[in-house]
């Protein structure tokens, strides 16, 4: 793993496509991600970004944006009034491209000062996205910024099994990811789960089950047809990732499957479904055509 430290000169990205959706902005403390090996980086959708690895193979390297922090106090203010230009809620997803608890980050500790900052700077709506039980470490500061602002946890949970067939294992097994879930929601805090991409699901009914007594408030549910910036899929299936999918469940390879298992998850959790799930807009149940009527 080939680690440099880096200096930035912009932390919070005006967001465009897919995110505009769902913040004004993105804010990542680290270029590349050390779960990049693991079964999430085979599914992960920034492996394809050129402009991101600039050569380099996804998983193999990790940029440090040391000084993100600093650029934060310095461009929040001008980026807290563009926002307000258009109209919408300073919002950040931290992160869109990499996860902020990844390994480095104990050593680094750049999303831990980025979290302090906000502590002073504070955004209108902050969402953190991790895969990682290291977002613990930063529980104390999370409950403070909840208090200040409308915050949100996802917690990537791509379905019921810790790993496909053929592919690595993730960074923490769902078992612990579902207790980061109760963690979270014991101290009153919105927890989503992020299915995101699908993974097929052992048994859909149980898993659902086990999100609602956790505490989550909702689940996010994103197929990579679409999710994967290409309308067919076509990124994706680049990768091993559809093969262990098809090993599975071959019914997960289409865009049907999103729909099937968000309508099971519905009879437990509001569900949402792609951007407008990660934006917070979610439903409970399907509306039928009487009930339109």
Known sequence: MEIRETYCTS????????????CSHSLNPYVGCGYGNSSCGE??????????????????????????DKVYYKTVQAERRWAARRGVPFSIFFSSSTDPWQPVERKFRVTHRVLNAMLEEVPDILILQTH???????????????????LRVHISIEGDQDSLPGLPP????????????KEFALRGITVVV???????????????TRLAGSGASAVVIDHFIGG??????????RTRLPLAMKSFD????ELSYREKIATIARNYLPVGISAPGFAGVYSS???SITEKT
């Open 228 to 237: 994967d910036g290409t309308q067919d899929g076509s990124r994706t299936r």
């Open 132 to 150: 990682s039980s290291m977002i613990l470490e930063d529980m104390k500061c999370i409950v403070a910024l909840d208090r200040l602002c409308d």
């Open 250 to 253: 071959e019914q997960a390879l």
């Open 285 to 287: 149940k399907m509306v």
């Open 11 to 22: 932390i919070l990205t005006r967001t465009s496509g897919y995110l505009r959706e769902v």
């Open 43 to 68: 599914g992960c959708y920034v492996r394809f970004n050129q402009w991101l690895l600039r050569g380099r193979q996804w998983g193999s390297f990790v940029d440090v944006k040391v000084n993100a």
């Open 194 to 208: 992020c299915m995101s991409p699908l993974y097929p699901l052992k048994d859909p009914n149980y898993f659902f």
């Open 170 to 181: 993730p960074p923490c097994s769902v078992g612990q990811r579902i207790k980061l879930v």
